[in-house]
């Protein structure tokens, strides 16, 4: 299994995805629906921000807490 994940992890996103729905659709025993054309994925960013990922409303609720550092995140 370790190989099968090295192999995945080296692949863009789309032919994962793909693959996993083959797999799971020769399971099930059903033809598998028409592919849409795979659009190119833009490189995934190494550490999005707390900001992106929580939304602008969410931040200063992080803030009164105390449990987001803003030195940290820049």
Partial sequence: MT??????????IWKVLKYIDEVLVSSRGEAPPPAPSPAPSPAPSPAPSVSALTGPCCVSEY???GL???DEVR
């Fill in 68 to 70: 987001l550092e803003t």
């Fill in 3 to 12: 190989g099968m994940r090295m192999k995945m992890e080296k692949q863009p």
């Fill in 63 to 65: 803030e009164e807490s």
